[in-house]
């Protein structure tokens, strides 16, 4: 059995209204929030960037990106998911653009950007290598990859996903080694920030025991 695109919109679609409870998703308490703004501040190039949230969900990493002075585009496959990230920007008066779509081809035209983003996302796709090509693909020279991934117990486990989890290559997550591998052919440079140290507790909203991490990239010019 594979998993298909219309059993995972309905799935995050379902799972839209609760999203932003997880304190690392909705970023509602005010150290959590800065915690995601400072790093976020260190992966993004210096001015104002066109950025591409990949996966965006209710657009709390857009909406800081924003306030930040980014100029954002988010791409999600649950319409409940774009309409809750819309009326996120919407009450803060913030400028940016969403899609309802696939991560695997988001729907942006020819439009090239200075950074691609996506958190958590990776697992969720049945080809996650064609897709950072094609992510890579959307990047203007010495643009930007930045992927916030890792391991998790939960992801796809014990049935709580929708069916067929087991097909996706890299569920429950992967690695920060094995995702640097596979990504490190296609850029020109690249580095792995480590998101699970006791200093990290503040993105999280709590202390974790699992893997947590960040590839930030750059592509070649």
């Known amino acids: 059995m594979t998993v298909s695109p219309a059993s995972i919109s309905t799935y995050w679609d379902a799972a839209a209204a609760a999203f932003d409870d997880e304190p690392d998703h909705g970023l509602r308490a005010a150290g959590t ?54 009326a996120k920007l919407a009450a803060a008066r913030l400028p940016a653009g969403f899609l309802t779509g696939d991560a695997m081809a988001p729907p942006t035209g020819e439009r090239r950007f200075d950074v691609a983003l996506s958190r958590h996302l990776l697992w969720t796709l049945p080809d996650p290598v064609a897709a ?5 693909g959307r990047l203007r020279p010495r643009g930007r990859l930045v992927l ?21 290559p890299w569920c429950g997550g992967i690695g920060a080694e094995e995702l640097a591998e596979t990504v490190r052919p296609l850029v020109s440079r690249l580095r792995v920030e480590r998101l ?3 200093g990290d507790d503040d993105l999280w909203g709590k202390r974790v025991d699992d893997e947590r991490y960040a590839v930030i990239a750059e592509v070649r010019g």
Do not use: F, N
Request: contains cysteine; hydrophobic residues 40%; charged residues 25%.
């Open 33 to 86: 929030r800065a915690a995601w703004a400072r790093r976020l501040g260190d992966w993004m190039p210096p001015g104002p960037a066109d950025v591409l949230d990949i996966g965006c969900g209710t657009g709390s990493l857009s909406l800081l990106l924003a306030e930040a002075g980014h100029r954002v585009t988010g791409v999600d496959l649950a319409p409940k998911m774009v309409e809750r990230a819309q």
């Open 196 to 198: 699970d140290g006791e």
């Open 132 to 136: 950072l090509r094609e992510w890579i």
């Open 148 to 168: 916030v991934e890792g391991r998790w117990r939960e992801s796809g486990q014990g049935g709580a996903y929708v069916a067929g989890p087991e097909t996706l």
